[in-house]
């Protein structure tokens, strides 16, 4: 399986952005999918997740601002950011994890930049 993300760009500080993931295939049986973020010498950390059984976490950073959804007929997740806030700029990447193997899946990055 293969995912895509897409929806990242440059942003002024308040702002707001929509990360879009999407899974190759619709049939994929998924256990999660999350969205991480990598800032500029920094370990890649969790943003937020969202579970088969609809439960979400979120980083204690992003609670009150972001919102992760998932459109299940179409394996679709999205990240909705709002405030921005230029610590949240980092390259925002998707993964999802197989409920039949356990197995991890990434996406390429995608940049998101929040400056005035």
């Known amino acids: 399986v293969q995912l895509q993300a897409s929806g990242g760009g440059l942003v002024q500080p308040g702002g707001s952005l929509r990360l879009s993931c999407a899974l190759s295939e619709r049939t994929f049986r998924i256990n999660s999918m999350g969205w991480y973020r990598q800032a500029p010498g920094k370990q890649r950390e969790l943003v937020a997740r969202?579970?088969?059984?609809?439960?979400?976490d979120l980083a204690d950073s992003v609670k009150g601002r972001f919102t992760i959804s998932r459109d299940n007929a179409k394996n679709v997740m999205s990240l909705q950011m709002n405030s921005l806030k230029p610590e949240d700029t980092a390259v925002y990447y998707c993964?999802?994890?197989?409920?039949?193997?356990?197995?991890?899946?990434w996406g390429q990055g995608t940049q998101v930049t929040v400056s005035s």
């Open positions: 993964n999802t994890v197989s409920a039949v193997t356990g197995n991890i899946y």
């Open positions: 969202i579970w088969s059984f609809r439960r979400t």
